[in-house]
C-alpha cells in the first residue's frame, strides 16, 4: 500500500521558471514532512521539511506548502535553475516509521 | 567535511553469495538506518539503530539480511545468500535524534546479483 503518492514522475520546467511537486499521504498521524533532492550517483539530501502546524516553510528558493485537510503538500521551486535538475522525493514521518513518495526527476533546461 | 561513508560503493557478485555492504556514520552520530533503493520500489526503509541497538528493522527481510553495528563508527548490512531481486542501491544514513527526522545519507553501494 503506498502511502504517500507523489507527483508528477517527471517534470521539465525552464530556466526561471517555477516548479511544483504534488504529495498526498494516507496516515493522519504522520507529523513531519521533508523533501529530498537527489543526484545522480548521490544519496537523497534532506532539502526542506514542514510540520503540519503551519501551512507555508519557504527557505530561499524553496517553498512547502502544506494542507493539513487534504492531506497534501507540495515543494515549489521558484526561479528554476539548471543546477536544481535533479530527482526530489516527498516523505511523511512519524516515530520510527517514514515514508517515501515514488520520486519526481526534475529537468530545468537553460 | 563530515559525512557518512559507505563502502563498496559498487558490488556485483553471484546469486547464492553473501553480501556485506559496511557504513560508517557521520563521528557523534547515534542513529543509523539503512535504506533500499530500487526502480520499481522507490526508497524503502530497512532498519534502523540508535546507541547501536537495533530500534526497528521491519523493513528488512529476516530470513537473509541481517544488520549490525559491532561499534559506534561501523555499521553492517549482510545478505546471505544473495539473490537477484537483492539488486538495489543501498543506502545508509546517520543522525543524531533517535527518531527518523534529521539524517544525513551516504552515498550508496549499488548491488547487482546476477
Known amino acids: 500500500q503506498q502511502q504517500v503518492k507523489q507527483s508528477p514522475q517527471s517534470l521539465i520546467v525552464q530556466k526561471g521558471g517555477i516548479s511544483i511537486i504534488n504529495c498526498a499521504y494516507e496516515n493522519t498521524a504522520f507529523d513531519y514532512f521533508p523533501w529530498y533532492q537527489q543526484f545522480p550517483g548521490k544519496g537523497p539530501a534532506l532539502l526542506i521539511a514542514i510540520r503540519p502546524d503551519v501551512s507555508e516553510k519557504k527557505e530561499g528558493r524553496f517553498t512547502i506548502s502544506f494542507n493539513k485537510s487534504a492531506k497534501q503538500f507540495s515543494l515549489h521551486i521558484m526561479d528554476s535553475q539548471p543546477g536544481d535538475s535533479a530527482t526530489y522525493f516527498c516523505?511523511?514521518?512519524?516515530?520510527?516509521?517514514?515514508?517515501f513518495g515514488a520520486g519526481t526527476r526534475l529537468t530545468v533546461k537553460p | 567535511d563530515a559525512r557518512v561513508t559507505q563502502t563498496p560503493r559498487h558490488k556485483v557478485t553471484e546469486m547464492g553469495q553473501e553480501v556485506t555492504m559496511r557504513c560508517q556514520p557521520i563521528l557523534g552520530h547515534n542513529t543509523v538506518f539503512w535504506y533500499r533503493q530500487t526502480m520499481m520500489q522507490g526508497l524503502e526503509l530497512l532498519a534502523y539503530?540508535?546507541?547501536?541497538?537495533?530500534?526497528?528493522d521491519s523493513g528488512m527481510p529476516k530470513d537473509r539480511f541481517s544488520a549490525e553495528m559491532p561499534d559506534a563508527t561501523l555499521a553492517t548490512l549482510k545478505i546471505q545468500p544473495s539473490e537477484p531481486r537483492d539488486s538495489a542501491v543501498y543506502f545508509c544514513?546517520?543522525?543524531?535524534?533517535?527518531?527518523?527526522?534529521?539524517?544525513?545519507f551516504g552515498p550508496g553501494t549499488r548491488l547487482l546479483v546476477l
Open positions: 516523505a511523511a514521518s512519524r516515530s520510527n516509521d517514514m515514508r
Open positions: 544514513a546517520s543522525g543524531t535524534r533517535d527518531s527518523l527526522e534529521t539524517q544525513y
Open positions: 539503530f540508535r546507541n547501536r541497538a537495533p530500534l526497528d
